[in-house]
Each structure stands twice: as structure tokens, then as C-alpha cells.
């Protein structure tokens, strides 16, 4: 098969066609896993469609999972631009938890919009923190910052498990979380804003922190593509020897860009303590640092491809759960293995059929003009 | 073949990269002492004095490349190909692998030296075929010919490019380097006690066969590599020595610029577009930047203006780099350094892999620079484009500078026979 | 004399919680030393307890449990390897993704079939492999210290503890005494001089794949199989992250990965021994900080602190062959 000249290839085939088919792909081989388990793929797409747009409690619930994939997306993406697998997203997230937490309840006393400054800006410091040291020792050792982070993912949980256990909890209650962060402090939620118009709807985790969750997307669309420090990290990330060349130094970007990352990781904090439990809970990163990952690589690491992505992944929780209820033989780690079959294609082999796309609409579009 | 990148795994044994591939059996026992009879007698045979069991990070490079060569005898080689093997070698490494090859030679092997230093050559060799620009130009007995003939066959009759060059009045010495030496990655001295001065408004042309230093010194002289001992003046002022040195984003804010020898390892981030790569080094000052954010609309109106006036085709600043061809490449980087109005320029291989339109252009506009007053260090290894566009010519041969000339009726003779290594 | 016995229970433990740990690292050296990133031992692991402990229940004998345990690892090394020798695509996240598709697809295929919320039916007697008595231990345990030695310590073990320990030394032989291990360190190494010594690069990155999925699949069944009777969700709980460690740790050699795993297996053992237990002076430790130190010692490793660890030169990067 001759190879395609990557000039002549339309950027609508390499950036939209190609993941879409790797997509289509993923879902089939997903419609499989669902067959194996026994029961219907297409019955089990309907309730997805339905548990995630059908209701508007559900489409809320949607949202939520979206925020979150979004922040970690988005971590991801931007420690990838300099070439730097982050792999740390749940501990940066867990220790941005705390910072949120640590901040609202020492300064209650500040009103409470000062209060949500001071704490969003204590889960980015907090998951920067934590990111900080993996990237201190890439940049001047060269330790691997794919074990580095692997590693601190456990050693924030065994911390804030400690933590919870021993030192913050609620010694009111028996599980280990910390006590309620006061009501006033509480992000408006979905409900309250229906409300608002006099419509009464049922409980959803859905909070302003969407709305957070879109002004982190254009702040990194804006930081990576629209400022110098962007610039330099990706120069670094693509040509380090040619970013030497041109004066930009590549150990002051991986460490940029890696706290950035851990601070973006760390604004899931935020929505899970501020927006919806209002505590810290053990576990609260639930895995949701992984599928950023997923997130990311669909999204081909742009803030325009995360959000689309977050939200199918949004769906796919969503409606997962919708289908775990319905369908008893399907639990939600179906969905997780779901989430790896993407990765799998999104990520690992998305050159697999890449040529002969790219060649087919080359050919195409070379036909149409002869014509 | 002894490539001039050895095939050695640095943490195994000699003994080990030798038998690699070639162990006889699965589990070493028997064979591996039979092994080692043989490779001992290969050794004495053909004065290799190597110890089998020392690790390969161990060994000096000179030793390396005897591991190579018994490698090599060891599998049955008859014939041996050396791809230049004594670039990295000090001179009496060099006087003992030529022992070792003569009594390979004289054991019945053939030897195929790669070389461009004529000494060798006439010292070593029985037989001397000469390549040119992909082309064999010449065959001959080595007792038939002489260094000069070689030279000459070696260099070719030179084209000179007509060129519009006044006579300039050149300025001040602008920048100085004070006998400079640096080591390579590999901790191998590759510029050795190097002087240069180079006056304002003019080109100092450096000629000399790939390979001989010429990389690392640029390297040093623009701030990406450390000097071992020596120094670097930049308008009086030092800017590098064996403590400390100027990145190249303070070189540039005094007036260097540099066009790398390797654009697309070093010159461009191919995978950037055009204006990403057209204000690559000088992206964080004005007017391309203002407080850390970057101006685009001037930033791509200035890309225009600059691919218009250095005819980069095609005219799009939004087009990634790797779609351009070599040619417009090298403009986009010659443009771009050139657009400062450098007080010193270093250019490395100008016009490798460039078309022949844009060749004239680039030597045009490097003409231009020096009327201009800039101080201009043109690292080539075409002769034509040295001699075409130098004021002063200097040689660099095996780290050292072995001559200077101005530019006025040398011969390529001549250089060809300084870039040979011929005194 | 309880004392002693405290010992003796302690060394017990270390001994059968690093045995999947010892397993899994010598899988990852084989891959990793042929210039493969393996961060997928966790979801490898997980996939061979799944295998082994239904394929057990289903066909009533352990041994083909394992077996099929053993087929699902190697097919999973050759996924892996499909991604990233041939396909040259990213190993990092070729191992995320199998990664996460295990787990999910371990308990949710375990939840659809048994219905138990990703448990696996308890195998009975003869579908789980049992304690094996060395022959004479009963007869000499009363003997003083070496009885306690042999009836305590040496016997009573999983088959898979004793197969662990054997395996270590054999590996050692394998890679360091054969030229298949010559040449797997090689390509590890320096893939070109590998290849110019007219050896198959590819080929050998996926032999080296195939023996690692063989061991870590023991690594799983022993999970599933011997200590438990059954597959439970995310069983692996992170060994297979530990085994990482264990092997940067033992810097990607046999015997110092071994000394690694059987330092991680110790510092579980007493965790769990400790807890609640008051120690003079220092008080209760928390629970959560010994569990937390063999990652530390990780990173204080990765960092260099404690001598280089030195990844095999060519890791992680795709050979390309030049025509």
C-alpha cells in the first residue's frame, strides 16, 4: 500500500474521521462484552440514550460526570503537551480535596464568595503540590514521571485515609469522613437553580462547578495556545534538543506544566466537596482520574475534543448506571471495561487503521478532482 | 563493517557483544571457553591486546573500535569496511590501529578504508578510489598519485555563483573566541585550542570535511554546549568560559543569532506551523508577545511580510512546517534569525538539501547582512559556497584550525589539501 | 516460646504475600529487560485469578484452571505487545488501557454469569490447590528450632510459594547463563546491535512478552485459586503495582527483585500484625504509613538517593528498522 503524502490529508479525516471510527470500534467491541454478559448490546444503547438524556435528573447526572472528566481531561492534556504522561490525576485530585476542605473550614469566617475563591485556589496550590515533586525529580533526575505518579496515587490514598481515620474525622459518625462543611458554604446546585424558576426537580450532584469546569477549558485553550508559556511547553514537548536551541528551558516547562496539570486534576476537589458532598468522603476520586486519561486521548487533547469526549463519557456513566438498574446482569464495571476498550483504540492503536482511512479519502478527493 | 556509531551494548562484556548472535549453543558452557580460545588467538594473531571480560563502558574509544574489528574478524569477516575510524581516536591510537590493520593485511584481509585525510591514505593504503557529489571521479594506485592529485580530485574545479560582493569596509573585531576546547557527549575532545576573530562586515568562511569538530564549536559559540577551557567574547564582553556561559536567549538579546547546522533536529519544531516556527527563540519579546501572551494578529501579519520577502513558498503562515520543502525550511529559519539585524551570525550549512533558486537567494541575503555590518561565521562543507561568499577563509581538520587565508586567489587546491589534513 | 512463634507466623506471611509479588516481577523483568514497558501486571494479575478460579469451577480441576489462566495472560502480552512492538503505538497507555479493561471486565463478567456482585463461586477441595505437607513435618515439629523450622516455616505452603522461590533462580539462570538471555538483554539494550548481529528484534520482544504472560499468570491463580477460593472484585488490590516497584527496586535483576518483594510482603505481614498493637515509646503506628512505605522507598530509589536505577537503555522506545 503506498503511503499517504500527510501534506494532501484533510484535517477534518485525521482529527475527526479517525477517532470517530476508533470509536465505532471501541463501541462494538464493547456491544461484545455486553453479548458475552448475556445480554442485549442494542436494548442496553437504548436505556444508555435514555438513563443520560431522557429525564432531566438524568441528563443533570450527566453533566455532573462531565465536570469532573472535564477537570481530569484536561490535567492530562495539558502535562501531554510537554510530553509528560500524567498519570496522577486521582492523588492530585484526592490532595486538591483536601485543600479545598482544610480552606472552607479554617475560614469560614470571610464571606462566603471569598470563601469559593480562596478555596478553588486551594485545590489548584494543593494538587500542584502534590504534582510537584514526580515533576521536580523528571526534570532534574530523570525519574519517570509515569511511576512517580503511579506511586503518589498511593500514597495520597494511604495519607488521606490516615488523615480521615485518625485526624479529620467526624467523630460524630462511624464512616470515615470529615463533618459538613456549613450549609452557606455549599455550591448552588442544579436544584436550586430550577428552583429559581419555580420548577421543582429531584436531587442531582449537578453544582456550578460545570461552569468552573468550562472556564478551566477556555483558561487552557487560552494558556496553551494563546501564551508564551503554552508555546514553550509544547515546543518541549514536541523537539526538546530544538527548544534548547531557541533558549527555552525544557526543566522549568515539565515542571510547569506538570503543577499546572496537578492543579487541574486537583478543581475535581472542588465539585466533590464544595458541589456535592460537602465533606470529604474516602475514595471521593472514584476512578474519575483514569478516565481523564481516556478523556483526554479521545479529545485529542484539546480542549475543543475534551469536552465532547467528557461528555460521552458523562453518557456512558449515566447511562450505565440507568442500564446497571435495569439489566441485572450488568454491573457498572461493565462500563469501566468499556472505558479501557477506548483507551485501547483511542490511545494505543489508534494507528491501526489510520493509513487506510487516510489513503481512502486521499484517493477520493484526488478522484473527484480529475473529474 | 566498523560503523562510526558502534553496535555495542555498553553494560555486556566484550566477550559477549562479540558472541552475540554467533553463540552456538543455548546454554554458554563448552562453547562459550571454545569461544573464548578463539577469540584469544584472533587477538595474538592480530595484536588486538584485548581483555575479554572488561565491560564496553570501560573502554576508551580506541578501544571500542578494536572490539569492532575482532567482532568482525570473529564472524569471518574477510573483507573489512572502516567508515572514518580515526576521527575519534588521539594520535597514537591511530598509529596502533594502522599496525592492526597491516598485519590484518597481511594475513590476506582486505581492507576498504572510508576516509578524507590524504596522510592516511598515502600512508596507509595500496589502492585509492576517489567519490565526489555521489560519484566516483577517480581510480588509482596510491604510488601512482600524490596528495595534490587527490586533493584535486576530491575538491573538483569550483563553480563559483556570480555574486554582486563589493569590497566592504570591515569594522572591529566583534567576536572573539581565545583558545577554545570542548569535549562531545561522549566526553571526546572534539575543538582543540581553536583562535578565531571575526571583524564587522564580514564572513569568515570555516571549510573542512563533516565530522571534524565543526558542530561542537558551534554548538559552544551559541550557547547550547559547555566549553572545556577557553573563551568566548562577544563586543568585548565575555560571554563563555570553562564556569559559566550565556544561554542562547541572553546571547540573542546581545546580538547573536544563530542558523543550526540541522534545521529540523534543531532549527524548527517541524510539527509547529510556519509562524510558530518563524518566531521560535523570540517569542516571549515584543511585538510578538506582550506580558506573556502571544499577539497573533501581529504575530501572523509579521509572517507574512517576512515569507513575502524571503519568498517562502507557499505564502501560509498557518501551514505546518514538515509541509515545506528543505529550501523554504532553511528560509523560514534564515529569515527569522536574520530579521534581528544580528550584530554576529553563525550559519551552519546554509544550503544543505536546498534547491538551486534558493540557494542564490540565501547567498544573496548573507551578502546582504555582511554589507550591513553583521559579523558572519559560515561553517560549510561546500568549498563553492565557502569560497563564493567568504572574505577570509579558515580550515578546521581534526578539531584544530590548520589555516587561514583571505579570500583572494586560493586555490581549492590549497583548501582541498588543508581540509585533507595536509600541512 | 510465643515469641518464636510470632516469628514463625511472621515469616509465614511474608512468604505467601509476596509470592504473587515475586511472580509478577519476574514477568516484568522479562519484559521490560527486552525494552517493553510493563505497567499491566495489575490488570494481567487480575485477569489470571478470574481465568483460573472459573475456569476451576467450570472443568472441577485447578491445574487447568491455571492453565487457562495461563492462555488469557499470554493473549493479553500479545495484545500488548500487537500495540506497541508492531504497532508501535504508546506502551504507557496501551497498559492503562488493559489495565482498566480488566478490571472492568473481570467483575462485570463475573457479575453477569454468577450473579453475586463479582464473586465467583467457592471452589471446593478439589478445585483449589491445597496446603502441601512436606513429607515428615508432623513427625519433626517438636524437634527444637529446626523442627520449628520445617513443620512451621518451610512446610505447609502453597505448591505456588515453593514455585515461586524456584522460579527465581531459574530466571536468574535463564537471562543471565543462556544466549537467549544474552540476547533478550540485549535488545533491551541496543536493539541495532542486536539486529546487525542478524537477530529478529521483534521476535524477540514477543517470546519475551509470551514467558511473562506464563508467570504472572501463576501470580494470579495462586490469588484465586490457593489463598482464597474464589475471584472476587479487583482482587489484585495493586500488587501488580507493587511487583513494579518491587522490580525498579531490584533494579531489574532476579535476586535484588526477590530481596524487594519479600521487603514489601514483610512490611504487609506487619501491618497487619501491628495493628492496634502499642509499641514502647513510638505508640500505635499507623496502619496507613506502613502500607504507604514501599511506594516512598520507590520514589526515594527512582529519585537516586539510594543508588541508580537504570532502566535497560532501550525501554519504551519502538525499534524502527532502517532499510
Known amino acids: ?371 | 563493517m566498523v560503523h562510526q556509531h558502534f553496535m555495542l551494548v555498553e553494560n555486556f562484556t566484550v566477550l559477549e557483544n562479540i558472541i552475540l548472535g554467533f553463540e552456538g549453543e543455548l546454554v554458554f558452557g563448552k562453547n562459550l571457553e571454545k569461544a573464548k580460545k578463539d577469540l584469544k588467538n584472533l587477538c595474538d594473531t592480530y595484536k588486538l591486546n584485548i581483555d575479554l571480560n572488561s565491560t564496553i563502558s570501560d573502554l576508551s574509544v580506541g578501544f571500542r573500535q578494536r572490539v569492532e574489528i575482532l567482532k568482525s574478524l570473529y564472524r569471518g569477516a574477510e573483507i573489512l569496511i572502516l567508515d572514518e575510524p580515526t576521527g575519534v581516536l588521539t594520535p597514537q591510537e591511530v598509529d596502533e590501529l594502522f599496525k592492526i590493520l597491516r598485519s590484518l593485511n597481511e594475513e590476506g584481509k582486505t581492507i576498504v578504508l572510508i576516509t578524507h585525510k590524504l596522510i592516511e591514505i598515502m600512508d596507509l593504503t595500496s589502492e585509492v578510489s576517489v567519490m565526489r557529489q555521489g560519484e566516483m571521479v577517480g581510480h588509482t594506485k596510491t604510488k601512482d598519485t600524490n596528495k595534490e592529485q587527490l586533493a584535486e580530485m576530491m575538491v573538483g574545479r569550483s563553480v563559483l555563483l556570480r555574486l554582486e560582493k563589493s569590497q566592504v569596509k570591515t569594522g572591529d573585531v566583534v567576536f572573539k573566541v581565545e583558545d577554545l576546547t570542548v569535549k562531545d557527549d561522549l566526553d571526546v575532545i572534539r575543538v582543540k585550542n581553536v583562535n578565531l576573530n571575526i571583524r564587522a562586515g564580514e564572513i569568515l568562511g570555516l571549510a573542512g570535511v563533516t565530522g571534524n569538530g565543526q558542530t561542537e564549536l558551534l554548538e559552544a559559540l551559541s550557547g547550547i554546549r559547555k566549553v572545556e577551557s577557553g573563551e568566548i567574547y562577544l563586543d568585548g564582553k565575555k560571554v563563555s568560559d570553562s564556569q559559566n556561559f550565556l544561554d542562547p536567549r541572553e546571547l540573542k538579546e546581545k546580538g547573536l543569532a544563530h542558523v543550526p547546522e540541522d534545521r529540523q533536529r534543531m532549527g524548527l519544531v517541524t510539527d509547529f506551523k510556519a509562524y510558530e516556527n518563524l518566531i521560535f527563540g523570540y517569542h516571549d519579546q515584543k511585538p510578538f508577545s506582550k506580558s506573556s501572551i502571544l499577539n497573533h494578529r501581529d504575530i501572523i501579519a509579521h509572517s507574512k511580510k517576512i515569507m513575502e520577502e524571503y519568498d517562502v513558498r507557499p505564502q501560509s503562515p498557518n501551514l505546518i512546517t514538515s509541509n515545506f520543502s528543505g529550501g523554504n525550511q532553511q528560509k523560514i529559519i534564515l529569515s527569522r534569525e536574520l530579521n534581528e539585524n544580528p550584530k554576529v551570525l553563525l550559519v551552519g550549512q546554509p544550503t544543505r538539501g536546498v534547491d538551486i533558486g534558493a540557494i542564490e537567494f540565501i547567498h544573496q541575503r548573507l551578502i546582504d547582512m555582511r554589507d550591513r555590518g553583521a559579523a558572519i561565521l559560515l561553517v560549510s562543507v561546500e568549498l563553492d559556497e565557502v569560497l563564493s561568499l567568504s572574505d577570509r577563509i579558515v580550515v578546521m581538520f581534526d578539531g584544530k584550525i590548520v589555516g587561514e587565508k583571505e579570500n583572494n586567489n586560493v586555490t581549492d587546491r590549497e583548501l582541498g589539501l588543508l581540509m585533507a589534513g595536509v600541512v | 516460646m510465643e515469641f518464636l512463634s510470632d516469628i514463625a507466623s511472621l515469616i509465614n506471611s511474608t512468604l505467601r504475600i509476596s509470592t504473587p509479588l515475586v511472580f509478577a516481577a519476574m514477568a516484568g523483568i522479562f519484559a521490560e529487560r527486552s525494552g517493553v514497558i510493563d505497567f499491566s501486571l495489575e490488570g494481567k494479575m487480575l485477569m489470571a485469578a478470574f481465568v483460573a478460579a472459573v475456569g476451576s469451577y467450570f472443568l472441577g480441576n485447578p491445574w487447568l484452571g491455571l492453565l487457562l489462566a495461563i492462555i488469557a495472560c499470554v493473549s493479553l502480552s500479545m495484545l500488548h505487545g500487537f500495540a506497541s512492538v508492531t504497532y508501535k503505538g504508546d506502551q504507557v497507555v496501551s497498559c492503562v488501557a488493559i489495565n482498566i479493561l480488566i478490571i472492568g471486565l473481570t467483575t462485570a463478567l463475573a457479575a453477569a454469569w454468577f450473579g453475586q456482585a463479582g464473586l465467583t463461586p467457592t471452589l471446593n477441595e478439589d478445585q483449589r490447590f491445597l496446603e502441601v505437607n512436606l513429607p515428615f513435618a508432623e513427625s519433626l515439629r517438636d524437634v527444637p528450632i529446626v523442627g520449628t523450622i520445617y513443620s512451621d516455616i518451610l512446610s505447609g505452603h502453597y505448591i505456588f510459594v515453593y514455585l515461586a522461590y524456584l522460579t527465581v533462580p531459574l530466571v536468574f539462570w535463564v537471562v543471565f547463563k543462556t544466549s537467549f538471555g544474552l540476547r533478550l538483554r540485549a535488545v533491551g539494550e541496543n536493539p541495532s546491535a542486536v539486529d546487525t548481529a542478524g537477530i529478529n528484534v521483534f521476535a524477540m520482544r514477543y517470546k519475551a512478552l509470551a514467558i511473562n504472560g506464563v508467570l504472572i499468570a501463576f501470580a494470579g491463580a495462586h490469588l484465586s485459586t490457593a489463598v482464597n477460593a474464589n475471584f472476587f472484585r479487583e482482587m489484585s488490590a495493586g500488587r501488580g503495582y507493587l511487583a513494579l516497584a518491587a522490580m525498579i527496586f531490584g533494579k531489574w535483576h532476579p535476586k535484588t527483585a526477590l530481596v524487594a518483594c519479600l521487603l514489601f510482603g514483610f512490611t504487609d505481614a506487619l501491618q497487619i500484625r501491628l495493628q492496634g498493637v502499642e509499641l514502647p515509646a513510638i505508640g500505635e503506628i499507623p496502619v496507613q504509613l506502613i502500607q504507604a512505605l514501599p511506594y516512598v522507598l520507590t520514589v526515594v530509589l527512582l529519585a537516586g538517593f539510594v543508588g541508580k536505577a537504570i532502566a535497560p537503555n532501550a525501554i519504551g522506545q519502538p525499534y524502527i528498522k532502517e532499510r
Open chain 1, 1 to 371: 500500500m503506498a503511503t499517504v503524502d500527510k501534506s494532501k490529508v484533510p484535517w477534518w479525516v485525521s482529527n475527526l474521521i479517525v477517532p470517530l471510527i476508533n470509536l465505532i470500534l471501541a463501541l462494538f467491541v464493547s456491544g461484545l462484552f455486553i453479548f458475552i454478559a448475556g445480554e442485549n448490546p442494542f436494548e442496553a444503547v437504548r436505556l444508555i440514550i435514555y438513563g443520560s438524556f431522557g429525564y432531566i435528573e438524568g441528563f443533570a447526572y450527566t453533566l455532573y460526570y462531565t465536570t469532573n472528566f472535564i477537570f481530569t481531561g484536561l490535567a492530562f492534556a495539558v502535562a501531554f503537551h510537554c510530553r509528560l504522561f500524567n498519570i496522577g490525576g486521582e492523588g492530585q485530585a484526592y490532595i486538591g480535596g483536601l485543600g479545598v476542605f482544610l480552606v472552607a473550614i479554617n475560614f469560614s469566617f470571610l464571606p462566603v464568595p471569598i470563601v469559593w475563591l480562596l478555596a478553588v485556589m486551594g485545590a489548584v496550590v494543593f494538587g500542584a503540590a502534590w504534582a510537584f515533586i514526580p515533576a521536580y525529580l523528571q526534570a532534574t533526575r530523570g525519574s519517570h514521571v509515569v511511576i512517580t505518579t503511579i506511586m503518589f496515587n498511593f500514597i495520597a490514598a494511604s495519607l488521606m485515609v490516615f488523615l480521615l481515620v485518625d485526624i479529620i474525622r467526624d467523630t460524630t459518625q462511624m464512616g470515615p469522613h470529615t463533618i459538613a462543611l456549613p450549609e452557606e458554604q455549599w455550591f448552588p446546585s442544579f436544584e436550586d437553580f430550577a428552583a429559581l424558576f419555580g420548577i421543582k426537580i429531584r436531587y442531582s450532584p449537578l453544582n456550578i462547578s460545570f461552569l468552573l469546569a468550562i472556564a478551566a477549558s477556555v483558561f487552557v485553550w487560552f494558556l496553551v495556545w494563546k501564551t508564551r508559556w503554552g508555546y514553550e511547553m509544547r515546543a518541549v514537548g514536541h523537539n526538546t534538543q530544538a527548544a534548547i536551541y531557541a533558549g527555552i528551558s525544557p526543566y522549568k516547562n515539565i515542571i510547569i506544566a506538570m503543577c499546572i496539570s496537578g492543579g487541574l486534576a486537583g478543581l475535581l476537589g472542588v465539585n466533590e466537596i464544595l458541589g456535592v458532598h460537602h465533606k470529604i468522603v474516602a475514595g471521593f476520586p472514584a476512578g474519575y482520574g483514569f478516565t481523564g486519561i481516556a478523556v483526554a486521548l479521545m479529545g485529542r487533547n484539546h480542549p475543543i475534543g475534551i469536552f465532547p469526549a467528557a461528555f460521552l463519557f458523562g453518557i456512558l456513566y449515566q447511562g450505565g448506571s440507568e442500564v446497571t438498574f435495569d439489566m441485572p446482569n450488568i454491573t457498572r464495571y461493565m462500563f469501566v471495561a468499556v472505558q479501557g476498550v477506548i483507551i485501547l483504540f483511542s490511545g494505543a492503536l489508534e494507528n491501526l487503521f489510520r493509513p487506510q482511512i487516510e489513503n481512502f479519502f486521499v484517493n477520493r478527493l484526488n478522484l473527484k478532482a480529475k473529474a
